[in-house]
Nanobody, 117 residues
Framework: QVRLVESGGGLVQPGGSLRLSCAAS????????MGWYRQAPGKERELVAF???????NYADSVKGRFTISRDNAKNTVDLQMNSLKPEDTAVYYC???????????WGQGTQVTVSS
């Protein structure tokens, strides 16, 4: 059982920055991936970025060069630094944790990010 709590969302102007944080508690394993999805109204869920237990990262093409994902295995946290934000980045962002051994995935409740002038 894993609980995930996101924070850091809010309203920001185009070109601005936000840092999302996700804190995990419960049975946490290093053989896992953690990352972020986002979903805008009327659109399907999109994988934004993920990071493995050995700190390998992957990003969606739409956010490459602007977003940076990081992970602290000791603190059981994963962050998403978002720079040069665009209106199309507006969405609810969901943190996830996936244990690769059991193939079990957990989700946070989401945090709203709105990019608007």
């Amino acid at each position: 059982q894993v609980r995930l709590v996101e924070s850091g969302g809010g309203l920001v102007q185009p070109g601005g920055s936000l840092r999302l944080s996700c804190a995990a508690s419960g049975s946490i394993f290093s053989i896992s991936t953690m990352g972020w999805y986002r979903q805008a109204p009327g659109k399907e869920r999109e994988l934004v970025a993920f990071i493995t237990g050995t700190y390998s990262t992957n990003y969606a093409d739409s956010v490459k060069g602007r977003f940076t994902i990081s992970r602290d295995n000791a603190k059981n946290t994963v962050d998403l630094q978002m720079n040069s934000l665009k209106p199309e980045d507006t969405a609810v962002y969901y943190c996830y944790y996936r244990h690769l051994i059991t193939n079990t995935q957990y989700w946070g409740q989401g945090t709203q990010v709105t990019v608007s002038s």
